[in-house]
């Protein structure tokens, strides 16, 4: 879980246990201070429902203000996560056996070329993923392990940045794609520097990061069907 995330749940536990613990008080104040010092424990009684009403105020105008300052960015930052998408999907399929573009059809637009095959290419390796030549020849490459986590990174800042805005089963998505691309360049950066790796052979290791391949594939799948998110090719 992001730090961002972890951040927001110890806000929002934090004023739920207050908000608790100034209703157990007023249970107190009403059962034993009241009948004993009344002028005490009605004063009492005032502040803490006052402080009840003051912290469900704030808390909601703070809400308020991050969705007004949310609402005009809204459309860019889901344009920037389906980019950003788009760009990882490309270059894992480039390492896997499934359908090529070829050149672009006459009367189909680069953006309708790319997404067409973006689509095919998202189904067949979403049921199965098996490396080309080119996959396990970049898969042992430490300057590929840099390319996924400058990718990991871009996500991850775009979820610190966003995620209390953010659909949750988008959020999921976001950080199962963070953790299996920290995973995969982690096993390339090794391998390439460890030719051996852990006496693993080059069949199980390229079975072990193809199912890496997959998880995110999957993942990107799901995000796919979601409404608020479109995929866009990069370039456009």
Known sequence: MSKKLICMKSEEN????LIVGLIVLICIDLIWIIPKVRDFGVNLLTDAIFSIFTIVFLSWLFNYRD???WKPVKHSVFKRIGKQIFGIFTELANLCRCTRGGEVPEGETLEQFFRR???KQLKELNEKVELNEIGKKYLVKEKFASLLEKREQ?????????????PPKLV?????????LHSLSLNVRTRGKMKSFFGLSDEKYFKL??????????EIYKIQQLSEIEIYPEQV
């Open 14 to 17: 934090y004023w739920l246990i």
């Open 67 to 69: 969705y007004l300052n």
């Open 117 to 119: 095959i973006f689509f």
């Open 154 to 166: 871009y996500l991850n800042n775009i979820e610190m940045k966003y995620s209390k805005f953010l």
């Open 172 to 180: 999921e998505s976001l950080m199962v794609i963070q953790d299996n």
């Open 209 to 218: 990061v193809s199912a890496i391949i997959q998880r995110i594939i999957k």
